[in-house]
């Protein structure tokens, strides 16, 4: 499986004022979702803390409760897993405590660009396509859940803006078919993610080898929509090719939040920040025999030294030769070559072996 080069600097998309691909630093997303409690002090202190921790974007999303759903009970309207966080939620309820105010857009995408963000949003019918489009967002983010939604893709990409869209449960044919409306509809730059729907998602079900694969059959950059705790996960995926993390926050989890328990606290986010652009610079370039910074470590290797005074016409054996660091003898290869050998002049102990201390053959 072929892995594009994390320095190719090919196929970059501009995102705002960020350059997004192989040839630069991972691209974090901060997404605020619910977690403001619909409390507008608290979702602009989220977005001041996304930015102190060295996010690149903010992303809201953009929906009301009867965009979203259907106010009825239902089956199908009232959520009965048992594993899920919002068991015996209405759905219409859920989405009306969680739902972003529209009027908040405008000041958070303000506020998050002059603290040095990109801010955008995730529009989930066509009205708020039309609406994040009149506040000029940098490109549009299309939810997992609404991958299958041909209509919502074919708006958003009409409006010749990047699009970023998460995969979740989607088949190889239904990402087929969003990427190819997207293209038929006029958005040429799309970035795919890789996304578990499940609330928190558990690493054994993330499948990250996916993400290669994915780039290579639709030939887009791929990133990692992440639902997992911690950062190693996101880290893993910088590794497999990953140039966009997506990761849910939160100020703090044990305030709660409708996805608090899979979000990120600041620290945390700090620490994806700084991590996976660790693992980006570590990729590289397929490399042997070492960097130029590692130059100097060489002299660390073994040699064949003298490790007694020898006077000159002595016999080298293994009770006046030793294999040891540093490196500045003859190399340990030549050990068996040398045994037996006659010495020319007096050798110290600690002299770094070498041929023109040997009585050359005539």
Not at 183 to 206: D, R
Request: with cysteine.
């Amino acid at each position: 499986m072929f892995i594009s080069s994390p320095k190719d600097k090919s196929g970059a998309i501009r995102i705002g004022q960020r350059d997004v691909g192989f040839g630069h630093k991972p691209f974090i997303i901060a997404e605020l979702s619910g977690n403001h409690s619909q409390n507008y002090a608290l979702a602009e202190k989220m977005v001041e803390a996304a930015a102190a921790a060295g996010a690149d974007a903010i992303k809201l999303q953009t929906y009301t409760a009867d965009s979203m759903t259907l106010d009825v009970n239902a089956k199908g309207f009232v959520i009965e897993e048992d594993d899920s966080l919002w068991r015996g939620e209405k759905l219409h309820a859920l989405y009306q405590k969680a739902a972003t105010p529209y009027e908040w857009h405008a000041k958070l995408f303000a506020k998050a660009r002059s603290l040095g963000m990109e801010a955008f949003s995730s529009p989930f019918d066509e009205a708020a396509v039309d609406f994040l489009d009149s506040l000029d967002v940098p490109c549009f983010k299309i939810a997992s859940f609404e991958l299958t939604d041909l209509p919502l893709i074919a708006k958003a990409a009409s409006k010749g803006k990047p699009l970023i869209m998460s995969t979740g449960m989607a088949s190889l044919s239904e990402i087929e078919q969003a990427v190819a409306c997207a293209k038929a509809n006029g958005c040429s730059e799309i970035i795919l993610l890789k996304c578990t729907s499940t609330y928190p998602a558990q690493p054994t079900n993330t499948n990250l080898v996916t993400i290669p694969h994915m780039a290579q059959a639709f030939g887009v950059q791929v990133g990692l929509s992440d639902h997992t705790a911690g950062v190693g996960v996101s880290v893993a995926a910088i590794a497999l090719g990953a140039t966009v993390i997506e990761k849910h926050f939160v100020l703090d989890r044990n305030a709660g939040g409708v996805d608090a328990a899979f979000s990120l606290e600041p620290q945390e986010l700090s620490a994806l920040v700084t991590e996976t652009e660790r693992a980006w610079q570590a990729m590289g370039q397929v490399t042997y025999g070492g960097s130029a910074a590692e130059e100097k470590s060489k002299q660390y290797r073994r040699s064949i030294y003298v490790s007694k005074d020898i006077k000159a016409g002595e016999v080298l054996s293994r009770e006046n030769l030793k294999i040891v660091r540093p490196a500045f003898g003859l190399a340990p290869k030549h050990w068996d070559v040398v045994l037996g050998q006659v010495v020319t002049k007096d050798l110290p102990k600690g002299t770094p072996l070498d041929w023109h201390l040997l009585q050359q053959d005539s």
